[in-house]
Every structure is written in C-alpha cells, then in structure tokens.
C-alpha cells in the first residue's frame, strides 16, 4: 500500500524518543530511517523491519511506531490487512 494512503488513516501517532547519544547529530543533520510495517484489520500495526543508519535510531523508532494506531482499511470485502513501506526524516 502506498505509504501516503497509509498515513492519511492514522489516527494516533507517537514520536521517537531520540537517544542521548543520537540528539547532538540530530540537531546538525537529517536521519532517515525506511519502515516496512504491516497495518491488520483493525488498525494495529507490526513493525516486520527498519532500515536506518543507526540501530539505535532504529529501536527508537521501531518502539514509538509499534505504538501508532490506524483507522481500518476497508474495501469492498469488508476490513484487510495490509503491508506498507513508511519513510521517517528527522530533520534538524
């Protein structure tokens, strides 16, 4: 599913916490973290992987998405389960 469409139907959306370590560096420059996550029939979403620079950033973010809620996505067979790709950009 396109990430946008994706995006549009969230409906609680939690921040990362960036680590000690990381908030110098993201002060000064931008971090960019690929998310590829599975949204279910009821809005839940599993993170299946991150792929960032930092394995650390990469937790962050893992643990504040993992907590983001989505309304369903519905077609004409009722409520389905989807697979997206969400593109996080701390910017400075």
Same mark, same amino acid.
């Given at each position: 599913? &396109?990430?946008?469409?994706?995006?549009?139907?969230?409906?609680?959306? @939690? &921040?990362?916490?960036?680590?000690? =370590?990381?908030?110098?560096? =993201?002060?000064?420059?931008?971090? &960019?973290?690929? @998310?590829?996550?599975? !949204?279910?029939?009821?809005?839940?979403?599993? @993170?299946?992987?991150?792929?960032?620079?930092?394995?650390?950033? &990469?937790?962050? /973010?893992? $643990? =504040?998405?993992?907590?983001?809620?989505?309304?369903? !996505?519905?077609?004409? $067979?009722?409520?389905?389960?989807?697979? $997206?790709? !969400?593109?996080? @950009? /701390?910017?400075?």
């Amino acid at each position: 599913m &396109n990430s946008q469409f994706a995006l549009a139907r969230l409906k609680v959306r @939690v &921040n990362p916490v960036v680590p000690p =370590a990381f908030q110098d560096i =993201a002060r000064r420059s931008q971090l &960019n973290v690929r @998310v590829k996550a599975r !949204i279910d029939e009821k809005g839940e979403i599993f @993170v299946v992987s991150t792929e960032g620079e930092s394995p650390m950033m &990469n937790t962050a /973010i893992r $643990t =504040a998405i993992q907590q983001w809620k989505f309304s369903p !996505i519905v077609d004409q $067979t009722g409520p389905r389960c989807v697979e $997206t790709e !969400i593109p996080i @950009v /701390i910017k400075p």
